[in-house]
């Protein structure tokens, strides 16, 4: 007696690809608001560490120079020395560029400042003054 194999093709239906589509956009939907919360977290938080380095930067620089830059020289004399410098001893940044903010924005640096020895800040997300949460301005002084 001869054995006729058969064979049985396995496979998704079209239904049931839909029903796992339907599921992963369901989840996405949850997750998805969840995970840009806390990335906006993170990049405030970024924001506020490096305004703290900066501004740690800032007063090696006094040290040096008896003397913050000022708002024209800048946070650019952080990396190349001001005409006006006699004992520079920079690069005080690793980088020979200044770091822009999370939002990829410059930041803002003002001497002397209104709000402390200088003002240093980004404006945020929205590039706007005020703001909350990912749009709130974060600065040297608070």
């Known amino acids: 007696m001869k054995h006729i194999q058969t064979r049985t093709e396995s496979g998704f239906t079209l239904l ?25 977290e993170s990049k405030t938080k970024a924001a506020k560490v490096q305004i703290e380095d900066l501004s740690a930067t800032l007063d090696m620089y006094k040290l040096d120079l008896g003397h913050y830059p000022t708002t024209e020289e800048g946070l650019k004399a952080l990396i190349e020395s001001p005409d006006s410098a006699k004992r520079w001893n ?3 940044l690793q980088k020979a560029k200044i770091p822009l903010d999370p939002w990829q924005q410059e ?3 003002v001497y002397p ?11 945020g997300a929205d590039g ?4 909350e949460g990912e749009d709130q301005d974060l600065a040297s002084w608070e």
Do not use: C
């Open 16 to 40: 049931e690809l839909l029903v796992v589509l339907g599921i992963i956009a369901m989840l996405a939907g949850i997750v998805g608001p969840q995970v840009m919360k806390h990335m906006g």
């Open 90 to 92: 920079g690069p005080y």
């Open 107 to 109: 930041y803002h640096y």
């Open 113 to 123: 400042g209104e709000h402390g020895k200088f003002d240093l800040f980004s404006l």
């Open 128 to 131: 706007k003054e005020g703001g």
